[in-house]
């Protein structure tokens, strides 16, 4: 892994926990009634899949179990579809990876994980896991 999809990842890894943070355990009805919610969750989506684009080819080709085209194309339509976009699509993504175990957020933490190991860089990887991992 090249080392900026090292930081890419990083990147990703905080985005996803920003949005599982401000989200909550807001159902969807007090989501869709908060503007301000929305359009912070709204962002997250646009940074998570811009950073994804970026991603190189030789990562993507390394893990196809990771859904890149389908972020990045949540990211397109948040961008630039916001008036028509559902806000439940955006609503039920954010809740997947927050509240059905993290699937990707998980997926994301063993390529950076790989990355680390890889590279000898277990300490300080260490460190960055456990900065993403906090629940305070």
Not at 67 to 82: S, V
Not at 88 to 108: A, Q, R
Request: with cysteine; proline share 2%.
């Amino acid at each position: 892994m090249q080392h900026r999809d090292e930081i890419i990842i990083q990147k990703v890894l905080s985005e996803l926990n920003l949005g599982s943070e401000m989200l909550g355990d807001a159902s969807l009805e007090s989501f869709l009634s908060n503007e301000m919610l929305k359009r912070a969750i709204s962002m997250t989506v646009i940074n998570i899949g811009e950073l994804i684009k970026n991603i190189t080819p030789e990562l993507r080709s390394d893990h196809p179990d990771i859904p890149w085209k389908a972020i990045a194309g949540m990211r397109d339509l948040t961008a630039h579809k916001y008036q028509t976009l559902r806000m439940e699509d955006v609503y039920y993504m954010i809740s997947l990876i927050s509240k059905k175990g993290w699937l990707i957020f998980n997926k994301f933490l063993d390529v950076f994980t790989s990355a680390c190991k890889k590279r000898s860089l277990r300490a300080h990887c260490t460190v960055k896991l456990k900065t993403y991992l906090s629940t305070d």
